[in-house]
């Protein structure tokens, strides 16, 4: 007598069970996995902005472009620094980020008087970005609900994370 071989039902229902704790598993980390991708994506965009404006910096004696008041940087600033492929971030353009899904530059530049470009006259930067990863409890879990997380990046090559408010970034003056 030969035997017909296949699952039995309770082999077929554990497996199904097993493969829907693994997607359920999935599907809880991947919102958060797709935010570490995108802050990842903002720290490298801001690298490419700081390394373009040491080598503005480089033809041109030193200075920076001049811009008192935080202007996001895929403007005039993208032009000044002479990018073809300028950076944004990876949500900007979305409803959901009201005009906060931006990289933000700062200088310390005052106008250098009658006749002199008013454009070279910045001896610090920085550039900004708002971070979504620790955006509830903070790098440390010690930042205010009433507070953002940015990645900053600032002239002479410091970098990293800043808890505080648009307004805390003022002239240029690096935070950190």
Same mark, same amino acid.
């Given at each position: 007598m030969?035997?017909?071989?296949?699952?039995?039902?309770?082999?077929?229902?554990?497996?199904?069970i097993v493969l829907?704790?693994?997607?359920?598993?999935?599907?809880?980390?991947?919102?958060?996995a797709q935010m570490r991708s995108r802050d990842v994506q903002r720290k490298s965009d801001l690298d490419k902005y700081a390394a373009a404006?040491?080598?503005?910096?480089?033809?041109?004696e030193g200075y920076y472009p001049r811009v008192n008041n935080a202007v996001p940087a895929h403007g005039q600033l993208c032009s000044d620094l002479g990018l073809s492929d300028?950076?944004? $971030?990876?949500?900007? !353009?979305?409803?959901?980020?009201r005009g906060v899904c931006r990289y933000f530059y700062q200088s310390d530049g005052v106008s250098a008087g009658p006749g002199v470009p008013i454009y070279i006259s910045a001896t610090a930067?920085?550039?900004r970005?708002?971070?979504?990863?620790f955006s509830t409890s903070g790098v440390d879990g010690s930042c205010p609900a009433s507070h953002s997380i940015f990645w900053v990046?600032?002239?002479?090559?410091v970098r990293g994370y800043y808890c505080?408010?648009?307004? $805390?970034?003022?002239? !240029?003056?690096?935070?950190?």
């Open positions: 030969s035997k017909i071989k296949g699952f039995t039902l309770i082999e077929l229902l554990v497996s199904m829907g704790v693994m997607a359920s598993f999935f599907l809880m980390n991947f919102p958060r404006l040491e080598r503005y910096a480089n033809d041109n300028c950076p944004s $971030d990876p949500r900007d !353009g979305e409803n959901s980020c930067y920085t550039l970005s708002r971070i979504e990863e990046v600032c002239s002479g090559g505080g408010r648009d307004v $805390d970034f003022s002239n !240029g003056v690096c935070p950190l």
